[in-house]
């Protein structure tokens, strides 16, 4: 893994975690979410740290799992595939440090549930956000787990079986984001709220987010991977390999299963 599309940095406390694939809209291969992983749990385990920011470089946050990489595999390949992609909503769930994501342009897919997982999400007023791999014969099952901690059962279910994208007006309503801010704010806000978070006292901000934790989990390690047991048994069907070859192409798909 010689190419850093994960980088990360310390500083007074607060550890930095920079989505690096740019180019290709950070979405998730599985260098990235092994390296998204890793630096996840280095931060966890580091004792000078208190608080985690997730921020992106260019222009957006993430656009989820790459399209190419959904292609002639079988069934338990596509498991074991997702199951590595999907390392960081388990990470994030164990987490004692506070985490923040820090969104511009694009949160879609895998990148909207990598904010939803986060513990604060602050997020530029022109960010878009949706559950959208209905729209090329894929469901957005990963991200359905945050969310479902989240927002009621009636408007996750039209989230994610419409694919349909919406402002970041509508998830701050939603309760996805804490903050918004113009563009030119994003470092700083986020910034602020990090170190306004990293002077409180370290042990009643661990044990404040696991009794939290507490209060609203309910089997999410179970439930998140049966999402991807799904997930994967939709990934190997023939209107899967439709769809996205659809999108690729820019053309409308042709259904063929029931």
Known sequence: MAEKVILTRK??????ITLNRPEAMN?????FADQLDQALWDMENDDDIMVVVINAAGKHFCTGISLDQFHSKTHKEYRDFLYGIDAFYHTLAKMKKVTIASVQGFALANGAGLAYACD???ATETSTFGTTAIKVGLICLGPAAPMAKIVGRKKMMEMVLTGEMFSAAEAEKLGLVNKLV?????ESATLALAEKLAKKSPIALR??????NRLL????????????????????????EEGVQA??????PNWQEK
């Open 182 to 186: 113009a563009e030119d704010e994003l």
């Open 217 to 240: 989990d309910d089997a999410y390690d179970q439930n998140l991977d049966e999402m991807d047991d799904l997930f994967a048994a939709i990934c190997a069907t023939k209107d899967a």
């Open 27 to 31: 979405t998730f291969i599985p260098e």
């Open 120 to 122: 604060l999400t602050v």
């Open 11 to 16: 500083e007074n406390r607060i550890g930095f």
């Open 207 to 212: 044990i404040g987010k696991e009794g939290l």
């Open 247 to 252: 999108f690729l192409e820019k053309r409308r």
